[in-house]
C-alpha cells in the first residue's frame, strides 16, 4: 500500500539554524498538510497546501516557516530560525480530496520526523 | 475551528473488554473520521462516517454519528492489546483540526 514518506526521522539542530523536513506524499495525492506534536501533548494543524499555494494556515505558522513543493514528488517544511519551543515531531499528511468536499478522503500521515532543537 | 473533543482522556480495560470513546463538535460536519496514534508514530486512519449515516463497522470498529447532539462514539469490540493507542475524532473541515485525544490501555 502506498505511504508517506518522511525523512530524516530525528534531527538535531541548534537554536537559530534552518531546518528542512522533507515528505513525499502519496503519488496520486493533491492536498498536502504539516502538523506537528509536541511532546505529551496533541496534534496541531500547521499548514495546508493544494495547487502550490497554501490554502490555510494556523497561528502557529508564523513567518518563520514555509512550505514548497519544489518538484512533482517532495514537500518540504521549513524553518529559517528554529527556536526551543519549535522542539515536536513534525507529521507531514496527504489526502486524495480536499477536506471541504463532501466526499473528502482521509488524511494519510508519514511516521514523522523528531526535531530537536539544542 | 470545527475541532473533535474526544471523552475520556483516557481509558484503560482489560483485554477482551470493549471501549467506547466519545467524541463532540462544535459545528456541521459533512463526515466525521477517527484515528488512531500509536506513542511516536503517524496518525492512521480507522474508519469514516459521512453525516447521512447514523452508524457505521468496521471489522471491531462501530461508530455512531449523532448529527442533532454533534457526537460520535467509537466502540472497539473484544479488544486486544495490540488496541492500546490514542484515538482522535476529526469533524471535516478546512484546518482537520485533531483534539486531546482518548489514550486507551488494554491490559493483557
Known amino acids: 500500500e502506498p505511504e508517506v514518506t518522511q525523512t530524516p526521522s530525528h534531527q538535531v539542530t541548534q537554536m537559530g539554524q534552518e531546518v528542512i523536513l522533507r515528505c513525499v506524499p502519496i503519488?496520486?495525492?493533491?492536498?498536502f498538510y504539516w502538523y506537528r506534536q509536541i511532546l505529551g501533548q496533541k496534534v496541531e494543524f500547521l499548514v495546508s497546501?493544494?495547487?502550490?499555494?497554501?490554502?490555510?494556515k494556523s497561528e502557529i505558522f508564523d513567518d518563520q516557516f514555509s512550505v514548497e513543493r519544489p518538484d512533482g514528488s517532495n514537500f518540504t517544511l521549513k524553518i529559517r530560525s528554529t527556536k526551543l519551543e519549535d522542539s515536536a515531531m513534525y507529521f507531514c499528511?496527504?489526502?486524495?480530496?480536499?477536506?471541504?468536499?463532501?466526499?473528502?478522503?482521509?488524511?494519510?500521515f508519514g511516521n514523522g520526523t523528531r526535531l530537536t532543537v539544542t | 475551528s470545527q475541532q473533535g473533543e474526544e471523552d475520556p482522556q483516557a481509558l484503560s480495560i482489560q483485554e477482551g473488554e470493549n471501549a467506547t470513546m466519545n467524541c463532540s463538535y462544535k459545528?456541521?460536519?459533512?463526515?466525521l473520521q477517527w484515528y488512531r496514534q500509536n506513542s511516536g508514530r503517524g496518525l492512521v486512519h480507522l474508519i469514516l462516517?459521512?453525516?447521512?449515516?447514523r452508524e457505521k463497522h468496521s471489522g471491531r470498529l462501530r461508530v455512531t454519528l449523532d448529527t442533532s447532539k454533534k457526537s460520535s462514539s467509537l466502540l472497539i469490540t473484544a479488544s486486544r492489546a495490540a488496541d492500546t493507542a490514542s484515538y482522535f475524532c476529526?469533524?471535516?473541515?478546512?484546518?482537520?483540526?485533531f483534539g486531546k485525544g482518548t489514550k486507551l490501555t488494554v491490559n493483557p
Open positions: 499528511a496527504s489526502s486524495e480530496t480536499g477536506t471541504l468536499s463532501s466526499y473528502n478522503s482521509p488524511l494519510h
Open positions: 503519488s496520486n495525492h493533491l492536498y
Open positions: 497546501f493544494y495547487n502550490n499555494e497554501i490554502s490555510e
Open positions: 459545528t456541521s460536519i459533512n463526515n
Open positions: 462516517i459521512r453525516s447521512n449515516e
Open positions: 476529526q469533524g471535516g473541515s478546512e484546518k482537520l483540526v
